[in-house]
């Protein structure tokens, strides 16, 4: 949602007659980009077709919004101690949640969607207020990420008949690793995936120069092409999780969709935006979401303890200023690859 990309026409050399293809779309309530190198004469059309079929089948599993999504009748499974039948797309990104749920302890939890309805930002009526405390202690009763469990190959299992799931916070990235496995697949090497500001780049642009994204700058008030920072990619993923543009103010305090399951209540700790590198985007955006639920010291302590990911936050000073708080690795300058791993992502 917050990174920008920066797409200027790459200029091509005379003797290798490469260019770039974009492909556009829509999809998760959001829009996609996706930009390949290669030929000027590849075709392109069948892969978008097949990108838009993938892409639905992520949506027909994913969508909150859908009665009959896979996540919708495993919100109604009100049944404790019985295993449902899941895809293998819904056991990944249950498994992944799982891993970010329990590195962060907790802050990133795909079970608050109750939280997020009561705050405003889910199903349900928008607020200019804050729920009351009694709201507050019975939404916060059903949330917890441990009350569902794995169960053999294909089954998750309730342990208590409330829990519910949302992966708003971690099926884009999803998709993104999915859309970018297909190309390679396709034998793509040098592209580009996008869905709702979270990328993943691989190899270089048609001039051989490295893939440049831009987060965008943290203010309300911004326009979303502004930047704040530049960050060159290669072989990696990029996601950001800010609190400054799906928020409602209150007694002069920002509310915002992001909701600190330990409180039950909207993050409070000034870090604006939360941008992670990562090998994957799955990864990234779940961590994102954790790192502005931890705040800047023990998010920044998680990210140095993850080998392969880095990460910047942003964070509000006294004064309406920002500050920039990045891991040690975090590309110092533009244009320095930062993860340029040989290994494939998982
Ligand atoms: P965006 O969707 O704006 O890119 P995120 O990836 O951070 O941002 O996802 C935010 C969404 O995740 C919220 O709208 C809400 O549905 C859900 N969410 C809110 N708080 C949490 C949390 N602590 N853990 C997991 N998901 C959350
Ligand atoms: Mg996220």
Not at 166 to 182: C, M, N, P, Q, T
Not at 264 to 276: E, F, H, K
Not at 302 to 311: A, C, T, W
Not at 313 to 328: H, I, M
Request: charge should be neutral.
């Amino acid at each position: 949602m917050f990174l920008v990309l920066l797409l200027g026409a790459a200029a091509t050399s005379g003797c290798d007659s490469r260019t770039e293809h974009v492909l556009a779309g829509r999809t998760m309530g959001t829009t996609y980009t996706v930009k390949l190198v290669g030929r000027p004469w590849s075709a392109t059309e069948s892969l978008k077709k097949k990108i838009d079929r993938r892409l639905e089948e992520l949506n027909r599993i994913f969508s909150p919004y859908r009665a009959d999504s896979e996540i919708s009748r495993f919100n109604r499974f009100a049944v404790a101690g019985e295993a449902f039948s899941v895809s293998a797309d819904f056991r990944r990104v249950f498994e992944v949640s799982l891993q970010v749920y329990g590195w962060s302890r907790g802050a990133f939890d795909p079970t608050v969607g109750p939280l997020v309805d009561l705050w405003g930002f889910g199903r349900g009526p928008a607020r200019r207020a804050p729920p009351a405390e009694e709201e507050i202690a019975a939404a916060r009763a059903a949330i917890g990420l441990s009350r569902i469990a794995l169960r053999g190959e294909q089954g998750l299992m309730k342990e208590d008949p409330g829990v519910t799931l949302d992966f708003s916070a971690i099926a884009k990235g999803y998709g993104v690793d999915e859309v970018a496995r297909l190309l390679r697949e396709a034998g793509w090497r040098d592209f580009l995936v996008e869905i709702g500001g979270e990328v993943y780049a691989s190899g270089r642009r048609a001039d051989g120069s490295l893939w440049r994204i831009g987060i965008a700058r943290p203010e309300s008030r911004a326009r979303p092409e502004e930047v704040h920072r530049v960050v060159a990619l290669r072989d990696a993923a990029l996601a950001t999780s800010g609190d400054y543009r799906q928020f409602f103010l209150f007694e002069g305090r920002r509310h915002s969709h992001i909701i600190d399951p330990t409180t039950g209540r909207p993050v409070a700790n000034g870090v604006v935006s939360a941008t992670v590198l990562a090998p994957d985007c799955t990864t990234a955006d779940a961590l994102a979401t954790a790192v502005m639920v931890l705040g800047a010291e023990e998010g920044l302590a998680l990210l140095e303890r993850l080998e392969r990911i880095e990460g910047l936050l942003v964070v509000e000073t006294d004064t309406g200023g920002f500050l920039d708080r990045p891991t040690s690795g975090f590309p110092q300058a533009e244009g320095v690859p930062l993860i340029d791993s040989k290994r494939p992502p998982p």
